[in-house]
Each structure stands twice: as structure tokens, then as C-alpha cells.
């Protein structure tokens, strides 16, 4: 899940076009998805763990991680339908672009701050 790279060009972008925009919806669903998965997994990881069923948190992270493959496409399908909606077809105004740049640039700097 962490093979993808977020391109820091959208944060700067004023007046974005189609690509832009599709690039925009794909890190924000992608975002969210990988939360939403990585919560799952570390939670369900930890109970199990806690029940005595896996040795390490990495051998029921890597499970669970397997279980959970699905959740992750779920949301992320989810996420980037209605990111494309709401950019490519209702934003006249580049209300929203403004709103997804900033939400992007929370994502980026959380992310960042995970990585080793």
C-alpha cells in the first residue's frame, strides 16, 4: 500500500486541469483508503495478538493485512468516484479545488511524518 508517491506539484497548482484533477481525486482516495485499511488491520493485529493467536504484531499485521485487501480497494473506489464528482463535474467555482489541496496537504504532511 505504500508504493505510491504523492505528487507535491498538485499543492502549488492554481488553476488545475483535467489531469490535475483526476491525479487530485486518486491521492485523496488513495489517502483514505490506506487509513481506513491500516486501521483495520492494526486493530484487528492487536486483538488477536492479545488473544494469543500470532507470536509477533508483524505476523497478525501480515494476515489480517491480506483479510483486509478488499476494505482497502472498497474505500478507495468510494473515495475516488466521489472526488472525481465533485471535481471534475461540479467545480465551477475552484472551491473545491482549494478544499482538496488543503485536505492533500494535511494527508501529505501525516504520511510524511509516518515514514521512517
Same mark, same amino acid.
Given at each position: 500500500?505504500? &508504493? ?19 491525479? &487530485? @481525486?486518486?491521492?485523496? &482516495?488513495?489517502?483514505? @483508503? ?10 484487528? &493485529? ?15 499485521? @501480515? ?54
Amino acid at each position: 500500500m505504500t &508504493a505510491y508517491r504523492f505528487p507535491r506539484s498538485l499543492l502549488a497548482i492554481e488553476c488545475p486541469n483535467l489531469l490535475n484533477k483526476v491525479s &487530485a @481525486a486518486f491521492a485523496y &482516495a488513495h489517502y483514505h @483508503a490506506r487509513f481506513g485499511f491500516e486501521l483495520a488491520v492494526s486493530s484487528m &493485529a492487536k486483538i488477536a495478538l492479545r488473544e494469543c493467536k500470532f507470536r509477533t504484531m508483524e505476523d497478525a499485521e @501480515a494476515f489480517f493485512g491480506l483479510g483486509y485487501i478488499s476494505l482497502y480497494f472498497s474505500i478507495f473506489a468510494k473515495h475516488f468516484c466521489v472526488s472525481l464528482i465533485e471535481l471534475v463535474f461540479r467545480d465551477s467555482s475552484q472551491s473545491n479545488w482549494n478544499t482538496y489541496q488543503l485536505c492533500l496537504n494535511v494527508f501529505f504532511h501525516e504520511s510524511e511524518s509516518r515514514e521512517p
